[in-house]
C-alpha cells in the first residue's frame, strides 16, 4: 500500500516518501461486556470473526451462570439464544460486526411450585426447554405422605392479546392443565408438556390427607369445647 502510493506521488514530487499508521477505531471493534473474566473491547482480527470466537477470547464463559445467555446488540436491535444452543447449532454462530455488542447473561426465567411438592419456591430454568416431568424432579417430587399423584395443576397466565375465541390459541388468559401421574399415558403426557416461564405447578392433596385435616380439626373443637364444659 505505501509504495502505491508513493508511485501515484511520482509525477509530482520523485522523492515523496510516505508514512502509513492503523489506528484501530469503533467501526473495526466488538464490546464485550458481561459473563466472562475478561470483558472489554476487541478488534475484529478478520471478516470472519464469530461470536463464540469473541466469548473464547474474553475467557470462555463464567462457571457461575445458570444456563447461560448470549445476547448480541446491533444497530438497535437485540438477538439472544443460549450458550448450549448456540454450541448445538453452529449456524447460529454469527459472524459480528465493528460497533456489535456481546452480552453473556444468566437465564432469568422462572416457574413456582406449591402444594404437596417436593419443595415449595421459585425455581430457575436449568436449560432452554424444561417439561412438567423434569420440572417435578426439579422440585423433589411430591410429599409422599400427602400428595395426590393424579392431580398435579400448571396454572398459567396468557397475555390477553394471544386469547382467540376460535381456539387456535388460548380461549382464556387463565388456563389450569391437570396431569395425572398414575397412569402411563399421564406420565407420557408430562413428559411431553413444556412448562412456561411463570406457570405454578401445583401438586393438590390427597382426599385422605383432606379428610384427615378436617377430623382434626373437629377434634381440635371438641377438646376445647369438652375445656369450656
Given at each position: ?22 489506528t484501530e477505531g ?202 369450656l364444659n
Open positions: 500500500m505505501r509504495a502505491r502510493i508513493e508511485e501515484t506521488y511520482q509525477p509530482v514530487s520523485a522523492s515523496a516518501q510516505v508514512q502509513l499508521a492503523v469503533r467501526e473495526r471493534t466488538v464490546s464485550l461486556v458481561s459473563g466472562v473474566s475478561s470483558p472489554g473491547s476487541y478488534p475484529l482480527p478478520n471478516n470472519d470473526y464469530t461470536l463464540l470466537e469473541l466469548v473464547a477470547d474474553g475467557g470462555g464463559v463464567s462457571a457461575s451462570l445458570n444456563n447461560p445467555q448470549v445476547r448480541l446488540q446491533r444497530n438497535g436491535q437485540i438477538y439472544g439464544t443460549s450458550v448450549d444452543r448456540l454450541l448445538d447449532s453452529p449456524r447460529m454462530n454469527t459472524t459480528l460486526q465493528g460497533g456489535d455488542r456481546v452480552f453473556v447473561e444468566e437465564d432469568d426465567r422462572t416457574f413456582m411450585s406449591l402444594g404437596a411438592a417436593g419443595t415449595e419456591a421459585i425455581h430457575k430454568f436449568p436449560t432452554d426447554h424444561v417439561t412438567a416431568l423434569e420440572a417435578l424432579a426439579i422440585i423433589g417430587g411430591v410429599a409422599d405422605a400427602r400428595a395426590d399423584a393424579g392431580g398435579i395443576l400448571i396454572l398459567r397466565r396468557y397475555p390477553v392479546r394471544d386469547v382467540t375465541a376460535d381456539r387456535s390459541g388460548p380461549d382464556h388468559p387463565r388456563t389450569v392443565f391437570t396431569l395425572d401421574l398414575t397412569s402411563a399415558d399421564g406420565l407420557f403426557s408430562a413428559d411431553s408438556f413444556a412448562v412456561q416461564p411463570g406457570d405454578l405447578v401445583y401438586v393438590t392433596e390427597s382426599p385422605v390427607t383432606a379428610i384427615s385435616s378436617v377430623f382434626g380439626i373437629l377434634g381440635a373443637s371438641i377438646g376445647f369445647g369438652n375445656q
